[in-house]
Structures are given as C-alpha cells and as structure tokens.
C-alpha cells in the first residue's frame, strides 16, 4: 500500500495553528518528524516534498507545515518580531505529532525553519529526540561576524546537518566549528552545492539527496 497523504489543520486556543499535510506510511515504525521550509519558500517546496516521500518510506510519520509567519501572507520573508512567534508554531506542530504516533519525535527544518526548530529544542530539551538541520544559516550572507550559534551550546539532542559546499550563509570551516559547540551528537552530511542543497538550480534536485538524509539520519539516531 502507498502511504496516506492528507491536510492537517490544529487551532489552539494560546498557540499558533497548525497548517501542513500529515504522511503516514503503510508499515508505520513509530517514530514521527515534523519538517519546516525556509524563508522564502512553504511546506510544499520541493525538497520537503522529497524529504518526507523519502523518510515516510522509512517508516516515519511526517508532518511537513507551515510556519506561521507564512499561514499569515503567501509571500514575503519572516520578521525578527515574528520569530517567537514561529517557534510556538513549531511547538504546537511537535506536539501534535506526539499524540499521532507511540515512538520518538524529531524536528527538522530548511535555513530559517531549521534555526528556529534548534532555538526551540535548545529552550525546551525534552521537546524533540533529534534534529534535522538543512541549510542552517551560521550569518547572513557576507557577514561572518554576525553568528546565529549562541544557542548551540544548549542543544542536547543529536543533530544531522546537511550542507553545501558553497553555501554562502557558512563555510564548511564554519560548520565543523559550530558542531564543537554542541554538547551531543552531530554529523554532518556535505552535499556538492549551495544554499539551495541544489532544488532551485536549473540542473534539477539531485536524486540521491532524500535518500542519502535518511540513512544518515537513521545512522544518527538508531
């Protein structure tokens, strides 16, 4: 049997809403993600349209959603006031997750959406069990001092970074020292690219991507 892909929709009364399509797989192993996009995009860009057919094969319930900066206008960047915000929206999409399956919960999120998941679990370690770091934006673009790392010494979950080798928002350099300053586990999957992991280049996503984030972050987490 194929998996089952269906609209999920949770209001709460104090968070944001959950707005996002639920993927059960035909074999379910217990364990859920929730995954969220990056700033310029939402839950139906590609690569977590790839990201969860691929773990959802592995026997994960997925919830790809929207953050709510995003449920609020179809377009446009999120703002520094919002950002609060978006981690309550991850937090109610966690937590909803955590009623749908008997297993672990991980967190993953794309540039923008992977830094607010990994601000969240450094908030509230028992939030998650593991995260998922696509793209993590160490500074903005040509400004190396401005480091978005002061959390990571909190972190205390395994954390799975994916990232290009010409990701103008972090070199590889920066990567491995960001690692250091996580008291758990890390690894780290390179991927040949920049910022984008290769879904918006003209050449098309690359194929064994989905894949190849799976394995390692089953390797991580197992």
């Known amino acids: ?40 995009s939402d839950c139906r860009s590609p690569i977590l349209l790839d990201l969860a057919g691929a773990f959802v094969g592995a026997g994960l319930v997925v919830l790809r959603c929207d953050l709510p900066y995003r449920q ?6 999120p703002s520094s006031a919002g950002a609060e915000r978006d981690r309550q929206g ?24 992977g830094r607010q998941a990994s601000m969240l679990a450094a908030a509230e ?29 909190r972190l205390r979950v395994p954390a799975l970074f994916v990232h290009g080798t010409r990701d103008p928002f972090g070199a590889l350099p920066e990567l491995d020292a960001a690692r250091a300053l996580i008291p758990a586990r890390t690894e780290g999957l390179v991927v040949k690219g920049g910022h984008d992991l290769g879904y918006s280049s003209q ?3 690359e ?11 089953h390797a991580l987490v197992a």
């Open 90 to 113: 991850l937090r109610h999409a966690v937590r909803t997750l955590r009623g749908l399956v008997s297993g672990r919960v991980f967190l993953g999120g794309v540039s923008y959406g």
């Open 72 to 77: 609020a206008r179809a377009q446009g960047p």
């Open 125 to 153: 370690p028992e939030l998650v069990d593991a995260l998922l770091l696509l793209s993590y934006p160490f500074h903005p673009p040509g400004q190396p001092q401005r480091v978005r790392t002061g959390h990571f010494p």
């Open 207 to 217: 194929p064994r991507l989905p894949a190849q984030v799976v394995a390692a972050f």
């Open 1 to 40: 049997m194929p998996a089952a892909v269906e609209r999920l929709e949770a209001p709460a009364a104090e968070l944001p809403a959950v707005r996002g399509f639920l993927h059960r797989p035909a074999s379910p192993g217990g364990d859920g993600l929730v995954l969220t996009h990056g700033a310029g």
């Open 203 to 205: 050449a098309g996503a």
